[in-house]
């Protein structure tokens, strides 16, 4: 391999006030730049980003696109050129923190560093979440955790695990179900084979969804603890519940869902989301804005949702019918 080992990737849409944090951290990490190469993909900021970039990171790289892709494009952008296994030079890891967070200076050391002996141990670890926290504390002064990567709940949605609770409290596994998609590092093999990032996701749940995809080509999630960065939660999209945010989150949700889940999780989820969408219409509660979101993402989540279920039927049926085969032959083998 030639070039940097690892490549960090920042994505940012109006975000000139937001990066100058994020990528000081990513400089003044404690790995070379033999090592270790920025790039920050911009998706069409009209804010000022790239003449920041310009005169104070001229040594980062950036790919400026045509149009606001969301960080899901953004993402699959930055990531493209590592998707060609013929391609030489590739850099072995791919990190990602969001334009809202900073590392600590040892992290994404201790990311690979983590990767690395999982790899020596003999283990398929696609990815390594790290502990992000969250720049607020608590009434008592406590730093309070944001991640220690993904969970799914009962109903098939994906949270952060540990979220708000104090960091000296958490004693999280080390295996997890999926990375946060904000402060993390990626296999570039493993991102390779689970087909990378999926663009059409726009905002929130790619990381969810490529965890999923991971596990189906035979990879894990781990999280390193000390590796630790700190987040200004939901900065970048200005905070608060929004109503890009519950479209995409709905949306994201049942589409994500539908690619991976049971049929039955993926109606349960479906009713329980419009019963709230119906209760927020009815008694309020929220802003109208918002109650219209959830409504809209719902609508569009629809058809690739059911797409979504018959092509997971599908490949379970096959998967069942190659089952069978093989249990055939099998039984034939030891019959003769």
Not at 181 to 186: D, E, I, K, P, S
Not at 215 to 240: D, L
């Amino acid at each position: 391999m030639s070039g940097p080992r690892v490549r960090a990737v920042v994505v940012t849409w109006n975000g000139a006030h937001l990066l100058p944090a994020c990528l000081d951290s990513l400089l003044a990490q404690d790995l070379g730049p033999e090592v270790l190469e920025v790039l920050v993909v911009d998706n069409a900021s009209s804010d000022g980003t790239a003449r920041l970039l310009a005169e104070r990171y001229p040594s980062v790289r950036v790919l400026t696109l045509g149009a606001n892709l969301g960080f899901a494009g953004g993402v699959a952008a930055g990531t493209a050129d590592l998707l060609d296994a013929a391609a030489g030079g590739r850099p072995e890891y791919v990190a990602l923190l969001n334009n809202d967070a900073r590392f600590e200076p040892d992290a994404v050391r201790l990311l690979v560093k983590a990767a690395d002996a999982a790899a020596l141990a003999g283990e398929h670890v696609g990815a390594v979440t790290a502990t992000v926290l969250l720049e607020e504390r608590d009434s008592m002064g406590r730093v309070l955790v944001n991640s220690t990567g993904n969970v799914l709940t009962g109903t098939g949605a994906a949270a952060d695990r540990d979220y708000r609770v104090p960091l000296d409290e958490v004693r999280p596994e080390r295996e997890v179900f999926g990375f946060n998609g904000g402060a993390c590092l990626l296999r570039t093999d493993a991102l390779r084979e689970a087909g990378g990032f999926d663009p059409s996701l726009f905002l929130y749940y790619e990381d969810t969804d490529l965890s999923w995809k991971l596990r189906e080509h035979g990879w894990t999630v781990i999280h390193e603890h000390a590796a630790r960065a700190h987040h200004r939660h939901m900065a970048s999209t200005q905070g608060g519940v929004s109503p890009t945010f519950r479209y995409y989150n709905t949306r994201n949700s049942l589409v994500v869902m539908a690619r991976h889940a049971p049929a039955r999780r993926v109606l349960a989820s479906y009713v329980r989301q419009s019963a709230g969408a119906v209760r927020r219409t009815v008694l309020g509660g929220e802003d109208r804005r918002v109650t219209l979101a959830r409504w809209r993402g719902l609508r569009d989540a629809l058809v690739p949702a059911l797409r979504g279920v018959l092509r997971a039927s599908r490949v379970r049926d096959v998967r069942k019918v190659r089952a069978s085969h093989q249990e055939q032959a099998d039984h034939q083998d030891r019959e003769a």
